[in-house]
């Protein structure tokens, strides 16, 4: 199957700093690259999302960025906040483009 | 939220017994799946539908059966439970996408499988 590598495991940074969490894929058919935000205990939910035709996304403090050819796509958080803290999921869509296969995660920590 | 229910959310049972785990939604998408999440592996794939009676196998099939006989629900069954099957398991499910390419998953609350 296709894989979706994910670092760092885990990453702690310090209010008002900046986080950046990196992702590569192996298919070169993935066309959907979305970031899962998911708080201890909950389901993961959406938080930004890329398509293969835009190289870069912003939303408020979040942006992703998709180099295509190199495979890699990135998550980029802002101005960080204690709330913030949660694991982070990078997906990439399979071959058939019907299902998604996700990073391991990125456990985020912001201190205040 | 969307309309997404699991049931049981939380279920203890014995090596060797079969366990079936139903997903409701309330959507009309087109789009089921189902997912383990454990620590250090994330979320896997373990089978899909796209439409009543259509399903295909993720990455972590083995194990596991599915059936989608209507639209609203799509049930995992473990035939044969083992303690490798213990983990948190998430229905999503999903619309078409511009192009007819997948669009964002909406995740159920999980379910806790422990087998003991």
């Known amino acids: 199957g296709e894989n979706v590598e994910q670092h760092p495991s885990t990453l702690s940074v310090q209010e008002g700093d900046s986080a950046v969490i990196k992702c590569t894929y192996s298919d070169s058919a993935s066309n959907y690259f979305p970031w899962y935000k998911q708080e201890l205990g909950k389901r993961p939910q959406l938080i930004i999302d890329?398509?293969?035709?835009?190289g870069e996304k912003k939303d408020q403090r979040i942006a992703v960025t998709l180099n295509k050819t190199a495979k890699h796509f990135s998550l980029h958080i802002t101005e960080t906040q204690p709330e913030d803290s949660a694991v982070y999921f990078c997906?990439?869509?399979?071959?058939?483009?019907?299902?998604?296969?996700f990073g391991k995660g990125t456990s985020l920590l912001v201190t205040p | 939220d969307a309309g997404i229910t699991q049931s049981p959310r939380h279920k203890v049972t014995e090596t060797g017994t079969p366990v079936t785990l139903r997903c409701h939604q309330t959507?009309?998408?087109?789009?089921m799946y189902w997912y383990r999440q454990d620590p250090g592996h994330g979320l896997r794939l373990i089978h899909y539908?796209?439409?009543?009676?259509?399903?295909d196998k993720g990455e972590v099939s083995d194990g596991y059966s599915v059936s989608r006989s209507k639209t609203e629900d799509f049930l995992l069954t473990l035939e044969s439970a083992t303690s490798s099957q213990t983990s948190v398991y998430f229905c999503a499910i999903s619309e078409w996408a511009s192009g007819g390419d997948t669009g964002e998953l909406f995740f159920g609350e999980g379910s806790r499988l422990t087998v003991l």
């Open positions: 959507e009309n998408h087109r789009y």
């Open positions: 890329i398509r293969s035709n835009v």
């Open positions: 539908s796209y439409g009543v009676k259509d399903t």
């Open positions: 997906a990439a869509s399979t071959n058939s483009g019907y299902a998604l296969n």
